[in-house]
T-cell receptor, first 111, second 115 residues
Framework: EDQVTQSPEALRLQEGESSSLNCSYT??????LFWYRQDPGKGPEFLFT???AGEEKEKERLKATLTKKESFLHITAPKPEDSATYLC????????????FGGGTRVLVKP | NAGVMQNPRHLVRRRGQEARLRCSPM?????VYWYRQLPEEGLKFMVY????????ESGMPKERFSAEFPKEGPSILRIQQVVRGDSAAYFC?????????????FGPGTRLTVL
């Protein structure tokens, strides 16, 4: 069974304090790993897709990386507007199109 | 380009009533997915549909839940005889399903409260 574990569950940062979120996964043949951002009361907002180990993608203060067992979401010099829950999900080749999500990391950036 | 639309945004039902949740995919998307987010839990896959076809319903409870995506109109997630445990946020996502660009884009969700 595909599994996704995110750590830490919650993260408090001062504005400008860079940090990393971890997503460990077990999947029978990775088709893609996805990062989403979710604000309270809203739906997940797509950030990145990673397909193979060694791949990296960046968007503003966010950078996602992928290895064969985990992915990291690096937040560089965060701002209060980066406060959100960050979700990691995997899509397995044998599981069709469904996404298996981790529990998320709640990030709070204080000014 | 309008995103995924869901309605209603909030739905209150009493135990035993029926709940109907609607989802209109993004323009150009022909694949629809439903996920459920229970309080303090992660998103869980329920069902994957294409027009007039259920492709994967492995995450759907065996009883009381059904989904459809007709040729015309939105996708519908139907919950019959709701119970308190059905209270959750239900999210719809859509995709184009074109090889590696099969990113799923999510709607704002419907928050179901069962009294």
């Amino acid at each position: 069974e595909d599994q996704v574990t995110q750590s830490p569950e919650a993260l408090r940062l001062q504005e400008g304090e860079s940090s990393s979120l971890n997503c460990s996964y077990t999947v029978s043949g990775l088709r893609g790993l996805f990062w989403y951002r979710q604000d309270p009361g809203k739906g997940p907002e797509f950030l990145f897709t990673l397909y193979s180990a060694g791949e990296e993608k960046e968007k503003e203060r966010l950078k996602a990386t992928l290895t064969k067992k985990e992915s990291f979401l690096h937040i560089t010099a965060p701002k209060p507007e980066d406060s959100a829950t960050y979700l990691c999900a995997v899509q397995a080749r044998a599981a069709g199109n469904k996404l298996t999500f981790g529990g998320g990391t709640r990030v709070l950036v204080k000014p | 380009n309008a995103g995924v639309m869901q309605n209603p945004r909030h739905l209150v039902r009493r135990r035993g009533q029926e709940a109907r949740l609607r989802c209109s995919p993004m323009k150009g998307h022909s694949h629809v997915y439903w996920y459920r987010q229970l309080p303090e839990e992660g998103l869980k896959f329920m069902v994957y549909l294409q027009k007039e076809n259920i492709i994967d319903e492995s995450g759907m409870p065996k009883e009381r839940f059904s989904a459809e995506f007709p040729k015309e109109g939105p996708s519908i997630l139907r919950i019959q005889q709701v119970v308190r445990g059905d209270s959750a946020a239900y999210f719809c996502a859509s995709s184009q399903n074109r090889d590696l660009t099969d990113t799923q884009y999510f709607g704002p969700g419907t928050r179901l409260t069962v009294l």
